[in-house]
C-alpha cells in the first residue's frame, strides 16, 4: 500500500471543474488535453469551444488550460470571482 491507501494496481483519475467564465467581451473556457494525452480530451474540449461560440457570438470564446488551477482547489469560478472595490 502507498501513503494514501491505494493498492498499486488502482487507477486514480481527475477530473476537472468544468465552470466557464463570462466577462464583457470573452468567454474563458477550461481545457484539459494537452500533448500525450487522448485524442477523444482534445475532441471533447473543441466540442465545447464550438458549443459555447454559438451561445455567445458577441463574445471572444478563449480556451485555457486549466487543470493547474484545479490541483490548486477550485475552477476558475474560484479563482477569478468578482471582487468588491475597497475604499
Request: with cysteine.
Amino acid at each position: 500500500m502507498d501513503t494514501i491507501g491505494l493498492h498499486p494496481q488502482n487507477i486514480v483519475y481527475y477530473v476537472a471543474a468544468s465552470s466557464h467564465l463570462i466577462s464583457n467581451d470573452i468567454v474563458l473556457v477550461p481545457q484539459c488535453w494537452q500533448a500525450g494525452e487522448p485524442e477523444i480530451i482534445r475532441q471533447k474540449d473543441q466540442t465545447v469551444l464550438a458549443i459555447l461560440e454559438e451561445l455567445y457570438p458577441d463574445r471572444k470564446i478563449q480556451g485555457i488550460h486549466s487543470v493547474v488551477l484545479n490541483w490548486a482547489g477550485g475552477g476558475m469560478h474560484c479563482r477569478y470571482q468578482p471582487q468588491p472595490k475597497l475604499q
